[in-house]
Structures are given as structure tokens and as C-alpha cells.
């Protein structure tokens, strides 16, 4: 027989909405003995961060393969693959050492996040017999990545704990 062309196509698409909350807490004597450069919470609460994150991920993707029979021994295949990642994230910080807030205040740090990456993949197939194909394969792979709000790095306290971590 001739040579003969299979194909596959497809998409996906995901939708995911996420909130956390979460807070810092340190212990009863930094309240009294914290040492320079690191001071006590200005509010005298053992709470040195407290906040909100909200953030919505929209995921798409498609992808094709075909793959070219040459013969009942030989198939050769060609795909690619095209992901796009959109994060829209908040964050909203109830602090007063290390954060963009002023004391006892509040800060949003808004930071969207868009990435994409298209992804080749090729193959040769060769049926040595029924029971045995033996095969040589190229593709690349990619994972796509979230969003992680660093918040402001010249605030006091940011400034403070950088020098100290060097």
C-alpha cells in the first residue's frame, strides 16, 4: 500500500479563580528584644504582615500533529504545541513593617502576568517487527509559570531586611 496521513488537533482552555489569605506572626520578645536593624511591629501587635491575595489564571492552548505514513514499516510525525498563560493577580497587604503599607495602613500591589511559548516536536517510527517499533524522538518542553507580587522593594522595612540578608 501507499503512504497514508493521520492528524490530530485540539485545544484547552482553563479558567481558575484563586484567593489566600495569610499573615506573619512573630514571637512575644521581639515585642521587647528585637535587635537593629530589626525593630518591633510599630502597632505592638506580634502581627508583622497580614494580607489578601486574589488573583484569576486564564490557560489556552493548542496543539496539532501529523504524522506521514511512508511505508508500513516508517511513519515520520510533526507537532507543535502553543500554550498562553494571563494572570491577573492583587495583593492586598495589612502590615506595618514588611510591605508597602505605613504603619497600621494598607497597600495593593496590583501585577498582571502574560506569557506564552510555542512548543516543536518530532518523530521517526520504524516497526522493526509485530512486536517491536523502534523509534527516535525531538520536542521540547515547557511549563508555564505564576505570578508572584514582590510588592515594593524600597519601602523601610523591604530595605531594612535586604541589607541584613545581604
Do not use: M
Not at 485540539?10 to 535587635?35: H, I
Not at 489578601?52 to 504545541?81: C, E, I, P
Not at 494572570?87 to 503599607?101: F, G
Request: with cysteine.
Amino acid at each position: 500500500p501507499g503512504s497514508s496521513i493521520d492528524w490530530t488537533i485540539g485545544g484547552f482552555y482553563q479558567r481558575e479563580n484563586r484567593e489566600a489569605l495569610g499573615n506573619v506572626t512573630v514571637g512575644s520578645a521581639w515585642l521587647t528584644s528585637a535587635v537593629a536593624p530589626l525593630t518591633p511591629p510599630p502597632s505592638g501587635t506580634q502581627t508583622v504582615w497580614a494580607g489578601k491575595y486574589d488573583s484569576t489564571y486564564t490557560n489556552k492552548a493548542g496543539f496539532a500533529d501529523v504524522s506521514l505514513h511512508l511505508n508500513r514499516q516508517v511513519t515520520l510525525s510533526l507537532g507543535a504545541r502553543h500554550s498562553a498563560q494571563d494572570v491577573n493577580s492583587t495583593r492586598l497587604d495589612y502590615s506595618d513593617v514588611y510591605s508597602s503599607a505605613p504603619p497600621a495602613g494598607t497597600s495593593i500591589i496590583h501585577e498582571p502576568v502574560s506569557e506564552s511559548k510555542t512548543t516543536p516536536r518530532a518523530a521517526v517510527t520504524f516497526a522493526a517487527t509485530k512486536d517491536v517499533n523502534l523509534y527516535a524522538a525531538y520536542s521540547t518542553g515547557y511549563r508555564i509559570g505564576g505570578s508572584n507580587p514582590i510588592g515594593a522593594l524600597d519601602t523601610p522595612g523591604c530595605q531594612i531586611a535586604l541589607r541584613l540578608f545581604g
